[in-house]
């Protein structure tokens, strides 16, 4: 069906998402769960309502379709035309309470559309010069910056919406904090080598706060949510 990818799994993340994905090479882990979840306060100490968003880089769009699934209205962009395919099909099996459509867009090239109330992203996070470049074409592009860097996502999405999130490095964090914008929200993902951070127009102060994946997973997934007492 999208033989460029060669053989692929088909994934529940939440209750309705059937989201195909390649058996080998790229493929999402929990870290969609704590970016969808981060945008929309679940797993954190507020929530943030949320009518319609953009994901840049969205891949195999199950980030999009996570946040679809919680009644929102997503664009999915994405500049590898496959992925778009490979997305779309997903949303095509998928059943959701909001929306959700995929389509072929550079973060690089300056684009106008309907203002979102927020912006995702899972940028990549590795400088081509920082070591070997993996030979799989899309796991490169996800892990190093050929295609765009940290700042081009932030500044791309900060034209889209008052609000950037993105999963990103500590040693990235400096690049976030960007003219006319800052750093409103900072937490760690478990073993702290990853960082959930929003950007936000304007200026302010940086809060760091604790985020609860297991909190996400279940919100997403439709369980029962057990917090520390």
Known sequence: MIP?????????????????????????????????????GAGGPMAFPVARAIELGSGSGVVSLLLAS??????????????????????????????VRFTVRDVRAPTRARPAD????????????????????RKAAARTMLHG???DFVEAGLRLAPRVCVVTRPERVAELKLRSAYVARLASLPGGAVLLAEVRQGEGETVGETFDVPVAYAAFRGLPIERPS
């Open 4 to 40: 460029t990818f060669g053989d692929l799994s088909e994934e529940t993340p939440a209750p309705g998402l059937r989201v195909l994905q390649p058996r080998r090479g790229y493929r999402w882990g929990v870290e969609v769960y704590a970016l969808a979840g981060f945008a929309l």
């Open 118 to 137: 927020v912006v995702v992203a899972n940028p990549p996070w590795f400088s081509p010069t920082a070591g070997p470049i993996s030979p799989d074409d």
């Open 70 to 99: 919680c009644g929102v209205a997503v664009r999915g962009w994405e500049r590898d035309p496959a992925w778009v395919a490979l997305a779309q099909e997903s949303a095509r099996r998928s059943t959701v309470r909001g929306s």
């Open 149 to 151: 860097t940290v700042q």
